[in-house]
């Protein structure tokens, strides 16, 4: 068994006024690292200049990454930082800007080529790193990967690096607020991806699934709320929580083929990324149930669920309907998926004919 | 909500010769830190210096510390690690070398009075430190703090700072295979006491008492061998799990009333740390019952228990006999007791009169 996960988790309302001195641990010049409106429209943008400011602490702001960031917006994030001489990064946002500010700390300090960005090598050396989500369902704010958009592969790929564990997560569920019932659906689905795909890893361990159980269990209790279009607070605090622990399950295990085949949908059908994962579930868990029954049984238990057929249904009572994917498309989203170290992080070994098939009765 | 837990661990049969990297990484020249004995007994010595030597490192041993651990030990210690110029510590044995272990690797980096020594300010740097435990029972290979004897102020008292973090912890469960049956039930209660002391503390927060829950409960299955005498290796390897479980635990949320009180009876009487901390534990949920019934009821719960009595039962099976402790003396523990910054930190406020009380009724 191994785990780590060395990220500073500091939750609740209130909660970056509340710890305003931590940002002044970190330096004295910040960057700002998030898309152009949603941190103004909920405030955290707000919050995080208020206790920056109540620091004396300058900052600067590169609010220019888009949903699904690119390589090309994390070099230019980076040279930001190098001329302004940013002593930290703070990334506010949903998984892309976060995972956007992770590889800007990191290009900050050392000149990593394009070609060698997803190597998995680099110098022991990077920005300290605090994250902000204002989504519940990533979980990058206490994960070490970085998801961006590679157009040379046609398909997101990772940064995976010990070394981009942000060193504080500030999870307050008030900027979750101001979400669309849309967006806090999908995302906590891709959340309940990442903690189902956890524990149908080969990594996965007993702190791992005990995370993940509890991740599970919680998103489940909201599935009601999520249906019904009207989420509490209490509820959006429950789910901002459970995506940190899907974020800490995963940074153990890594994920599955749900993943590895979603991202297709993303990059070429420009479907949610949650959104992908959840149309996918349904029969990937179907697939494994044939090898490991006693294991999805036990998925389905933590969701006071019995069969598969109940979770698919859940699934499109929640997700808005997609378009029909061509068998063409199929055969080359498939390749694609089978090329990803995904696939083969699976307890059970997905084959390409496998692969297919989910995508056949999925989309 | 604050969490941190930035120590990796790896856990594992062979687990260190499996990672003998892992070491490479800080240095090339380590100070082992352990006890005189136990370490060459159990095997955990050699596999740490074979793994050493597989990497082509240097290494010294300081094998001077003893149960419950004085500041002149660390001092002492601390010199030779300037010496000797080493890179990083690599505490082995139970909680006392590992404790000394951590005073040490910050003594080795800085000059700190032993009139400060306990303050909680320190410059920000360390050496590295691995942890070996070979007890399953303080937990201290993934805590913040290290307990030493003070005889200025008779009792134990704590370097606590997220600084003595170790870096890596490496379980591997065959050590404690030779511990006699005495030392595995009393590092097993005194693990169990972390778990229940943290879910009664002001600081309990969502992830700890999930740490904790899943910690009691390992434990409590574990009971009937260790009444039994007979401790299975896979159990050994839960208790180890479970102990580690509950050192995150209390890095969270400090331990309690029980910790404090216990203090007395190790420094004066000699009574083992766990040991001390299970003949309190009983009288003290007795205590914390009148004030919040449902939380006791739970955590009883978690060990197959309905009421507080069956717990006791199960301690003075467990747990050896002890000799009466004098009302003078009663007098004077609960004083010191009342000094610690462990009773404010209990959901329940306890009085002077209520921690005489629990040591009336106890011991």
Redesign the interface.
């Known amino acids: 068994?191994?785990?780590?996960?060395?990220t500073?988790?500091?939750?609740?309302r209130e909660c970056i006024r509340e710890n305003a001195s931590i940002f002044a641990r970190y330096g004295k010049k910040a960057m700002l690292v998030t898309g152009e409106r949603s941190a103004r429209q909920n405030g955290s943008q707000a919050d995080v200049i208020a206790a920056l400011e109540s620091q004396g602490m300058e900052y600067i702001v590169f609010d220019r990454i888009m949903a699904n960031p690119t390589v090309d917006i994390v070099y230019e994030g980076a040279i930001q930082a190098r001329e302004n001489a940013v002593q930290f990064i703070i990334g506010i946002g949903g998984g892309s800007p976060m995972d956007a500010a992770k590889v800007i700390a990191l290009l900050a300090t050392q000149d990593i080529s394009r070609e060698n960005l997803f190597g998995g090598v680099y110098e022991n050396r990077i920005l300290p790193m605090i994250m902000v989500p204002t989504t519940a369902g990533s979980g990058s704010e206490v994960t070490k990967y970085a998801i961006l958009t590679n157009d040379v592969t046609q398909t997101k790929i990772s940064v995976a690096t010990p070394l981009i564990f942000p060193n504080v997560a500030m999870l307050d569920a008030k900027y979750t607020e101001t979400l669309t019932i849309k967006t806090t659906v999908n995302t906590a689905i891709d959340a309940l991806s990442h903690s189902i795909e956890g524990m149908l890893s080969k990594r996965a361990n007993?702190?791992s699934n005990?995370?993940a159980k509890?991740s599970i269990r919680i998103i489940a209790e909201c599935f009601k709320e999520l249906e019904s279009g009207q989420v509490s607070n209490v509820s959006r605090e429950r789910l901002l929580?459970a995506s940190s622990l899907g974020g800490m399950v995963i940074s153990q295990t890594g994920t599955v083929a749900v993943h590895a085949m979603g991202y297709s949908l993303t990059y070429f059908k420009n479907i949610d990324h949650g959104h992908a994962n959840g149309l996918l579930m349904g029969e990937f868990l179907n697939y494994i149930k044939e090898f490991e029954p006693d294991l999805i049984a036990e998925i389905l238990s933590f969701m006071n669920m019995n069969v598969i057929d109940e979770f698919k249904e859940k699934m499109e009572t929640l997700l808005e309907k997609t378009e029909k994917i061509t068998g063409e498309e199929i055969e080359q989203y498939s390749k694609t998926a089978m090329k990803t170290g995904h696939i083969a992080n699976c307890i059970v070994t997905l084959d390409f004919e496998g692969v297919k098939r989910i995508y056949e009765k999925s989309v």
């Open positions: 068994m191994n785990f780590l996960m060395p500073e988790i500091v939750m609740g007993a702190i005990l995370l509890e929580y």
